[in-house]
């Protein structure tokens, strides 16, 4: 059986505030801790306090020796294409090539309309810059957007992760990625994209990219319910709660564990967590269980 892989979500602004920890001592523990990412997500303008991915995830790289750096996601349609090539470059520079890059379109019309975007571009600008970013950290002079740009310090491309569990995002990732990152689905739904995953890159004559699952967990006791956490998900995503109760990891490590064994099963072989509740600190040594069960059990 092939290793899998745990990362966990960094704490947010307000989970900072509440537990008293900052972004260079959350990376440090969850590398101490033996878990094997550290992952930030991208948000503009959501109207709640978020921090800007690649300096959070700057930060963390420089607290940090071992642990994968990871996207969760970042939206580079977004921005204008060498500021993103740059950022990224910056990233895998001072993580000492650490990156694990998960890229989306998503966020809502009134992100996009704030960077001053039209939502309308976001497939077609997130495929130019999936096609043209390995270009642009090699160093080579390329043409964006009607200038020939070229970065230095050139860097190697960090693994691509395509997020979204749509037949777009796996196609997207069948063409462009190194990997496939649907979160918040079933085992079941799992293998079923992978499989569709698998055949979409061999009919490009590419192999079958990696499959990595986000998922949120609330482990041990005096945390919110499983029930809590579904509700929670459905009414952010649309979603009926009995589509997703499922989902969450709870209770006891070896529960979490058997949960995500059947991801593994499923195709998966890596996993980033988001903390859905409970002192974060104390989840992050339960999720290092879950991974030193699972590890246990191959």
Same mark, same amino acid.
């Given at each position: 059986?092939?290793?899998? #892989?745990?990362?966990v979500?960094? $704490?947010?602004?307000?989970v @900072? ?7 260079r001592e ?16 991208d948000? %503009? ?6 921090l ?17 750096i990871?996207t969760?996601?970042?939206?580079p349609?977004?921005?204008?294409l060498?500021?993103?090539?740059? @950022? ?10 650490? %990156? ?5 379109s ?8 704030a960077?001053?975007?039209p939502?309308a571009e976001?497939?077609?600008?997130t495929?130019?810059? %999936?096609?043209?970013l390995?270009? %642009?950290?090699?160093?080579e002079?390329t043409e964006? #957007?009607?200038?020939?740009v070229?970065?230095? $310090? ?9 997020g ?13 990625g190194?990997g496939?990152?649907p ?5 079941a739904?799992?293998? #079923? ?11 490009h004559?590419?192999?079958? $990219? ?5 998922? *949120?967990c609330a482990?041990? *006791? ?16 649309g979603? $009926? ?11 006891r490590?070896?529960?979490a564990?058997e949960?995500l ?20 600190? *104390?989840?992050v ?11 246990d059990?191959?």
């Open positions: 059986m092939n290793s899998f #892989e745990i990362g979500i960094l $704490p947010g602004v307000g @900072q505030r509440g537990d008293g920890i900052d972004l959350a990376a440090r523990h969850a590398e101490d801790a033996g878990l094997d990412g550290v992952w930030h997500g948000h %503009l303008a959501v109207g709640g306090p978020t800007d991915a690649p300096i959070a995830l700057a930060t963390a790289a420089a607290a940090t020796a071992r642990v994968r990871g969760s996601v970042l939206i349609a977004i921005r204008p060498a500021w993103a090539a740059k @950022q990224v470059a910056t990233l895998q520079y001072v993580s000492g090539g650490r %990156l694990v890059l998960g890229v989306g998503g966020g809502g019309p009134g992100q996009w309309a960077a001053g975007v939502y976001r497939g077609p600008r495929d130019s810059a %999936l096609r043209l390995p270009r %642009l950290l090699a160093g002079r964006v #957007e009607g200038a020939a070229e970065l230095a $310090p050139s860097v190697p491309m960090p693994p691509v992760w395509v979204n569990a749509s037949l777009t995002a796996i196609r997207r990732a069948a063409r462009l190194d496939w990152f979160s918040l689905i079933s085992p739904q799992l293998a #079923e994209g992978a499989a569709r995953l698998a055949e979409l890159a061999a009919e004559g590419r192999p079958a $990219p990696v499959v990595a699952i986000g998922g *949120t482990l041990g *006791t005096g945390v919110p319910s499983r029930a809590e956490i579904a509700s929670g998900i459905g009414g952010a995503y979603r $009926p709660v009995e589509e997703v109760i499922d989902i969450p990891l709870t209770g490590p070896e529960e564990a949960k064994a059947a991801y593994r099963e499923a195709g998966a072989r890596h996993a980033v967590i988001g903390i859905a509740g409970g002192d974060w600190r *104390t989840q040594e339960l999720l290092a269980e879950v991974r030193k069960i699972l590890h059990t191959h």
